[in-house]
C-alpha cells in the first residue's frame, strides 16, 4: 500500500471509492445510491468552479473567521522544557469548533441541489451545533441526531443547537452514542433523501461523505502552511503535527497540505481516545489494532467482536467516542504516514489542566488527548523541533465534565 | 434445473396467488422460539427469510431493531443461525430459505467458510443489505458457484439504466423495495404506484421473480396481489414484541398472523 504524491489523498481512491483497495467503499443501501450519486456529481463539478469556491472562501473569510489564530504557547514551552510548543487555535473559528468547515460546505451544496432540510448527526454536539448554525444562515430546516447519554454530557452544545431552530432528535438505540446517532441519521436519510441533503459530521460514512469534509476541514492546513512560512521563513527542519482522531476530520484537515512531505521533516501523530485507564474498553482502533469491518457504509479498523457486532465505546470525549475511524485514517496508517497511539480519560483531564493553567486557551476534552500527548513526547525532543497541537474545540461544553472532576468552572 | 426458490413461485402462481415470504430475526424472542414460528409459519408461508442480527442495521426501522437486539442479547451468533436452518430443513413442512443481513458479519466470517456453512445446512438464497450492485457482483457470482441465488435489491430511486443492469447480473428473485423507506416503514405510496413501478422491473424481463416489500402488513397486502411474491418483515417482528409485552404466546401469535396474511392473497 503507497502514498502517491502530488494528488491529493482523497482523490487517491479506486473506482468503488476504497482507498489502498481496502478502505472506504460504498457499503449502502440500494435506496442511497442514487442519492450518492447526485451528491458526487455535483460536488465534483463544484470543487474545481472558481465561482463556487471563492463563494465558500467569502463565508470561511467573513463568517467563520479564517485564519484562524497560529500562537506560541511559551509558557508551556517553558515548563515542558524540550520542543517548541505551538498551537493552531481552530476554536476561534465561529461556533467554538473545526466542525463549521463542513457544515457550511454541506449546506452550500445543498442549497446548489436545491433541498430545503438537511439532517445530521452528533457526538459532542459541535457538528450539530455547527450544522444548526450552517443551516440558519443558509435558510435550511434543519435535524440533529444525538445519542441520549450524549445529550446529558453535553448541555451546553444541545442548548445551542436548540437556539438556532435545529429540531434535536434523541437517539435511545445502543450506547446513546455518537455510532447510534451516525445510524439513525442515515435511516432517516433512507426515508427522506428525496427531500432532504445529509450532513456526516466526519471523514466517515460513504466515500462522498469523507470527501467532502477532508476537503471542507483542508483549510485548516492550508491557513497553517502560510502561517508557518510567514512565521519561520522557511518549513521548520523538524515539525510535529499533534492531532486528536475520533472520526478524523480535525486531524485530516489539519495534516492535508502537508502530506507530500518526508515524515521525518512533517510527522503526524494522531492521539485517539483510550478511555478510562481502568477499562478495557475504548475508541481507539487503530492504536489497539481492532480489525477491518464496515461501519456506516465504509472499510475501516473498527471495535468488533469476532461475529462482526460493533463494539461499545467508552470515553469522556464525546467527540471521540466512536468505534471506527476515517478510512483516510486507516490509509495513512497502513502506508506509515501517521503515527498513532491514544490518551486516557485522565490524561486528557490531567492535559487540560496544565494548558488551562499556562496558557490562555481552553482546548475542549478531544484536544486535551493531543495536548497530553504532545506534552510527553515534547519534553524528549530538542529544542528546535517545532511541535503544533490543533486545539480544535473550545471547552466551554465540557463545562459540567470539568466541573465535577476537576472543580474548574468555565 | 430449477431452484427450491423458483419452485415456490411456481407452485405459488399455479394457485393464482402471490408467493408468500416471512421475515423473522434467527434467535428472536428465544433462539427456540424462531425455530418453533419458522415450523409453524411454514405451513401458510411459500418462503422464509432469516435475518442473522446485526447491532448496527443502517437500513431496518425500530421493529427490526427491536427483534435483532433481542436476538443479540440471547446470545445468537452465526452457528445458531446455521443450526436453526439445518433444524428447519430437516422439518416436515421445510421451505426455501434465505438468509438476510448485513456484509459486515459475512466479512468476519469469512467469504468462502459463509458460503460453505450456507450449503451445506441448504440456505437457498442471500440477501445482503448493504452490498449493493455494481459492488456485488463478484460476491454473487461466488453465491452462484456454490447454488446459492443472490438476491438484487431495487428502489423507486434506481435509475433506468442501472435497473437494466442489476436484473441482467440477478439471479432467479429479485427484491423490488416499495418506497423511501427503512423497513417496516408505514407505507407511504399507494399500492397502485407501487404496482405500477413493479411492472416495469417485470417489462424488462418477465422470467426473473419479483417480489415487493417493505410497509406490508394485513392492511395493504391484498392490494398488492399483482406482484410474484410479497414480503412481510417488520409486522412479524411487531407481532413477536407485542405478545411478549402481553405475556402470550409468540409462536402462536405469529402463526394465527401468518395464516391471516395467507388468507388475505388467496
Given at each position: 500500500m503507497k502514498l502517491k504524491k502530488k494528488i491529493s489523498v482523497l482523490d487517491q481512491h479506486d473506482k468503488f471509492g476504497f482507498w489502498g483497495g481496502r478502505f472506504g467503499g460504498n457499503f449502502v443501501p440500494e435506496t442511497l445510491k442514487k442519492p450518492i450519486n447526485d451528491l458526487e456529481i455535483l460536488f465534483n463539478k463544484l470543487k474545481n468552479d472558481e465561482k463556487f469556491l471563492s463563494e465558500r472562501d467569502k463565508y470561511f473569510k467573513n463568517w467563520i473567521g479564517a485564519p484562524t489564530r497560529f500562537i506560541k504557547l511559551s509558557n508551556l514551552t517553558r515548563y515542558v522544557g524540550g520542543a517548541e510548543i505551538w498551537s493552531k487555535v481552530v476554536s476561534d473559528a465561529n461556533g467554538g469548533a473545526h466542525k463549521i468547515y463542513n457544515a457550511t460546505v454541506h449546506c452550500l451544496l445543498a442549497k446548489k441541489s436545491g433541498k430545503k432540510i438537511i439532517c445530521g448527526d452528533t457526538g459532542a454536539g459541535y457538528a450539530g451545533k455547527m450544522l444548526s448554525m450552517a443551516a440558519k444562515k443558509f435558510g435550511l430546516k434543519c435535524k440533529i441526531f444525538m445519542g441520549a447519554k450524549d445529550i446529558k454530557r453535553q448541555q451546553p452544545n444541545v442548548k445551542a443547537i436548540r437556539r438556532n431552530g435545529a429540531e434535536i432528535i434523541p437517539v435511545y438505540t445502543g450506547s446513546q452514542t455518537l455510532v447510534d446517532a451516525v445510524s439513525e441519521c442515515m435511516r432517516f436519510w433512507v426515508a427522506n433523501c428525496d427531500t432532504t441533503a445529509m450532513c456526516v459530521g466526519s471523514t466517515v460514512g460513504p466515500n462522498i461523505f469523507v470527501k467532502i469534509c477532508g476537503w471542507s476541514t483542508s483549510q485548516i492546513s492550508r491557513e497553517l502552511k502560510s502561517q508557518i512560512l510567514e512565521e519561520?521563513?522557511?518549513?521548520?527542519k523538524r515539525l510535529k503535527l499533534y492531532n486528536c482522531v475520533g472520526g478524523g476530520s480535525s486531524s485530516f484537515g489539519f495534516w492535508n497540505e502537508f502530506m507530500d512531505y518526508d515524515k521525518k521533516q512533517v510527522e503526524f501523530i494522531g492521539v485517539e481516545a483510550g478511555g478510562p485507564?481502568?477499562?478495557?474498553?475504548?475508541?481507539a482502533p487503530l492504536t489497539y489494532g481492532s480489525k477491518i469491518g464496515i461501519l456506516h457504509g465504509a472499510a475501516q479498523y473498527v471495535n468488533q467482536n469476532n461475529e462482526g457486532q460493533i463494539e461499545e465505546t467508552e470515553s469522556i470525549s464525546a467527540g471521540l467516542d466512536y468505534p471506527g475511524v476515517s478510512p483516510l485514517h486507516c490509509f495513512l496508517k497502513d502506508t506509515k504516514r501517521a503515527r498513532y497511539t491514544a490518551a486516557s480519560d485522565e490524561d486528557a483531564l490531567k492535559a487540560f489542566k496544565i494548558v488551562s493553567k499556562y496558557e490562555n486557551i481552553r482546548p475542549s476534552l478531544e484536544p486535551s488527548h493531543a495536548f497530553s500527548v504532545a506534552i510527553s513526547e515534547s519534553k524528549k525532543f530538542s529544542k528546535n523541533t517545532i511541535v503544533i497541537v490543533n486545539?480544535?474545540?473550545?471547552a466551554y461544553k465540557d463545562r459540567n465534565i470539568l466541573k465535577k472532576k476537576l472543580g474548574v468552572v468555565l | 434445473m430449477i431452484g427450491p426458490i423458483s419452485q415456490a413461485f411456481s407452485f405459488a402462481k399455479r394457485e393464482n396467488r402471490p408467493a408468500l415470504l416471512t421475515y423473522i430475526v434467527a434467535g428472536d424472542n428465544t433462539k427456540k422460539n424462531s425455530l418453533k414460528i419458522l415450523k409453524s409459519i411454514s405451513k401458510y408461508a411459500d418462503i422464509c427469510e432469516l435475518g442473522f442480527p446485526h447491532n448496527t442495521p443502517i437500513a431496518d426501522g425500530g421493529q427490526i431493531q427491536t427483534s435483532s437486539y433481542r436476538a443479540i442479547k440471547n446470545g445468537t451468533k452465526f452457528k445458531d443461525v446455521f443450526k436453526i436452518v439445518e433444524s428447519f430443513k430437516k422439518s416436515k413442512f421445510s421451505k426455501p430459505i434465505i438468509l438476510m443481513g448485513y456484509f459486515n458479519m459475512v466479512l468476519q466470517y469469512g467469504e468462502s467458510k459463509f458460503l460453505k456453512d450456507c450449503k451445506k445446512n441448504k440456505v437457498d438464497g442471500l440477501i445482503i443489505v448493504d452490498l449493493p450492485w455494481p459492488e456485488n457482483k463478484k460476491f454473487a457470482k461466488k453465491c452462484k458457484k456454490s447454488s446459492i441465488s443472490f438476491i438484487q435489491l431495487i428502489s423507486p430511486t434506481t435509475s433506468k439504466n442501472r435497473l437494466k443492469s442489476i436484473i441482467k447480473d440477478s439471479h432467479e428473485m429479485i427484491y423490488y423495495?416499495?418506497?423511501?423507506?427503512?423497513?417496516?416503514?408505514?407505507?407511504?405510496?399507494s399500492p397502485f404506484r407501487i404496482i405500477s413501478n413493479y411492472k416495469k422491473i417485470k417489462r424488462i424481463n418477465p422470467t426473473k421473480n419479483c417480489v415487493i416489500g417493505f410497509g406490508i402488513t394485513k392492511k395493504n397486502i391484498k392490494d398488492l396481489k399483482a406482484a410474484d411474491g410479497l414480503v412481510v418483515g417488520s409486522a412479524i417482528c411487531k407481532e413477536i414484541t407485542n405478545s411478549l409485552k402481553k405475556r402470550q404466546n409468540p409462536v402462536t401469535k405469529v402463526s394465527n398472523m401468518v395464516k391471516n396474511l395467507k388468507d388475505k392473497i388467496l
Open positions: 519561520f521563513g522557511a518549513m521548520p485507564s481502568k477499562s478495557k474498553k475504548h475508541a486545539s480544535c474545540g473550545d | 423495495i416499495s418506497m423511501l423507506s427503512t423497513t417496516g416503514g408505514k407505507l407511504k405510496v
